[in-house]
């Protein structure tokens, strides 16, 4: 296993007000890349490396998906919806990760924001840190 592959299922609660940076999904194979709100550097016990922001970023894989639930309803595929995809809760279990979300959208497109549930379902589910992974939309 690599040195990065990290079980973050104690740290999910450092999630909400996190982000959903980019969604991939090709087949039966979902890459979230998702970002932790801050931490406090006292809160690392697990001295996990995190990214500039003192965040845990990463990307959640998805291996030989099984189901894909948005609002309770199968979905065939996932995707980045909105401008913005803010965590409010996520919940990792073996098999099954669950998440509510707040998507946003900002003008010139039509100001909104709106919840959605989505649970994944898939044989194999596991975390990669990569601290220095690129938001597409940091700008320096």
Known sequence: M????????K???????GGIISINHYDKIIDLMIESAELN???NEDNIPLSKYKTI???LHF???KSIKS?????EKLKMISDECEILRLKIQKNKVTLLVQW???PPKNREFFTE?????????YFENEPDLIDPLDIE
Do not use: Q
């Not at 740290?11 to 909400?16: A, L, V």
């Not at 609002?71 to 979905?75: A, D, E, Q, R």
């Not at 549930?117 to 589910?125: D, G, L, N, R, T």
């Open 71 to 75: 609002n309770h309803k199968l979905i």
């Open 57 to 59: 970023r990463g990307v």
């Open 104 to 106: 946003m959208n900002y």
């Open 11 to 17: 740290w999910t609660g450092f999630f909400h007000d």
């Open 117 to 125: 549930f989505i649970e994944i379902e898939a044989e194999k589910i």
């Open 41 to 43: 550097p006292t809160w």
């Open 2 to 9: 690599k040195e990065n592959i990290i079980n973050i299922e």
């Open 63 to 65: 291996k030989k998906v």
